[in-house]
């Protein structure tokens, strides 16, 4: 029997998966690893827990799994996006990674607007927004100049992991593409924003796709780790581009749903020349020129962790969502912005934060939780709001994620959506796509599309209920108009926060 694995590289946990030819997951392991936040805005990881916690789950995995090192033929990764890790010329941190869910860099994004205007939705696709890398390494650059001046090159997270475990440093597409570095339709870093922010080529890792072998297992990590030396590594893609292709959207008209930390609204697009003018982002798929349109949440599945953290801590997710189905769509008028960090799509703004809007003694805790299950769906929504505008249909949605683990919050998606929404029986989100990719790269199909069909299995489907629809159509329309009402009012508010 042969095996390769998934590494999943994300913000508060590396998951690895070890998954055989029919795509059946045979053993899993994962491990967590701490998230600082110095300041309010500030989101950082220090790389060496990424590695340690890599090295240990892959131990677990394979001190458990039951299977020969020599079975396990390859691996590849998925991985966080845009979060900036700087090395120096022995390829050692030179700070801790500041994530993509940091929002320190507004003045840095309007820098770059002002010095690119218009080239820079012709050439990186995407505006500038806090979230992404080019205005992270600005931010060092004037804020921390002797730490700069250490700094050689940069690599996205699972870059650096994968830098560790074999010696090589490189940087898939998918991942590059959100970095505002990369001229996405040509698939090469730009050399006009480079040179517009003085920055060398040298300072970025070599370009490769996504399944391309890009070395084996060094000697001392494939000790550590249980597996065989010089164990076939793949470059892996970013998580978004990972999760659609673990969904299987690998081919025109198909469109995914995304819960997780953040969420995502993602549809595969075949054409570099697609153009939303910016209002959604458009980076390289995981598959080979392809690529993917997709609109972000940025506090997603998070929105509903924070509420559970906070007024049932001691509950299971299970118990505290128990009464939730038993509330009406629309939560008895009460409406949840999920802005606890900002917003990206469609607002990109860093000063935004969550409101709660219509709340009376009637409400109970179930019509709070539900409202903020809604307040998150009704946000992907205007995702697929713009889709729709350009003419694109969508009337079949893959739910992943945290999102597709709950039938309620699958019909909910369902009705608020407007479309068929199906769950997948082996739903393992990035870390499946990445495994995918190492089982393409090791020569296993001759396609990606290929894995998919044996890899990739629909299970229970969700259809839209007509009356539910209607409802919240209506409630849509007034969901959309809470950014505006509240934005004055956050604006005064941000002098006061910590």
Known sequence: M??????????????????????????????????????????????????????????????????RPEEIEGLSFSGQMHGL?????????????????????TAECREIERTLGDKLLGIARNPALE?????????????????????????LPKDYVRYRLTGEIRMDYSDAAGTLLLDVANKRWSPEILAAFGLPESFCPPLVESHDHVGGLLPEIAEKTGLAAGTKVFAGGADNACGAIGAGILSPGLTMCSIGTSGVILTYEQSRDTDYAGKVHFFNHGKADAFYAMGVTLAAGYSLSWFKQTFAPNESFADFLRGVGDVKPGSGGLLFTPYLVGERTPHADSVIRASFIGADGSHTRD?????????????????????????????????????AQNPVWLQMQADIFDATVVSLENEQGPGLGAAMLAAYGCGWFDSLDACAAKFVKHAASYEPNPEAVEAYRGLFDIYREVYAQTRPLNQKLAAYRG
């Open 2 to 67: 042969s095996y390769v694995i998934g590494v999943d590289l994300g913000t508060s946990a590396v998951k690895v998966l070890l998954v055989d030819r029919e795509g059946k997951v045979r053993a899993e392991a994962s491990k967590s690893y701490p998230l600082f936040h110095e300041r309010s805005g500030w989101s950082e990881q220090r790389p060496e827990d990424w590695v340690e916690g890599t090295i240990g789950a892959l131990r677990e995995l394979t001190a458990t799994a039951g299977v």
């Open 85 to 105: 890790v700087l090395l120096d010329e022995a390829n050692r941190p030179v700070r801790n990674a500041i994530l993509w869910n940091d929002t320190r860099t």
């Open 131 to 155: 979230g992404f890398t080019l205005p992270k390494i600005l931010w060092v650059r004037k804020h921390e100049p002797d730490t700069f001046a250490k700094a050689k090159r940069f690599v």
């Open 367 to 403: 019509h709070f939780a539900r409202a903020v299950m809604e307040g998150i769906t009704f946000s992907l929504n205007e995702s697929i709001a713009i889709f729709r505008g350009t003419g694109k249909t969508i009337n079949r949605v893959i739910s992943i994620g945290g999102g």
